[in-house]
Nanobody, 123 residues
Framework: QVQLVESGGGLVQAGGSLRLSCAAS?????????MGWLREPPGKEREFVAA????????YCADSVKGRFTISRNNAKNTVYLQMNSLKPEDTAVYLC???????????????WGQGTQVTVSS
């Protein structure tokens, strides 16, 4: 089993920044596992935000956040981060961290999920 715990959400004004963290525990932070961030905007379907795989090193970002959000991971700390800059009101959502062997871009392929952290961007 893998436990994922997100932190770093909050309320921010449009144009501001936040950094989300996802700490993994319970199993070895496998370098071949994809770690991803997905989000659930209010009243909308879950959507892919960004993902990272260490071996081979690959990052993916949704077009809606490309150039504003950056995903990274620290294997020594079993943690993945999502740096969010130039936030917009439409980025308001519950952000979920997830891990999976077969995940890539999209919302499928994830085996373990965190509880989520709320990000609210005011205009």
């Amino acid at each position: 089993q893998v436990q994922l715990v997100e932190s770093g959400g909050g309320l921010v004004q449009a144009g501001g920044s936040l950094r989300l963290s996802c700490a993994a525990s319970g199993r070895t932070f496998n370098s071949f596992v994809t770690m991803g961030w997905l989000r659930e905007p209010p009243g909308k379907e879950r959507e892919f935000v960004a993902a990272i795989r260490w071996l081979p090193y690959t990052t993916y970002c949704a077009d809606s956040v490309k150039g504003r959000f950056t995903i990274s991971r620290n294997n020594a700390k079993n943690t993945v981060y999502l740096q969010m800059n130039s936030l917009k009101p439409e980025d308001t959502a519950v952000y979920l961290c997830a891990s999976g062997i077969t995940a890539g871009t999209g919302i499928t392929g994830y085996d373990y999920w965190g509880q989520g952290t709320q990000v609210t961007v005011s205009s």
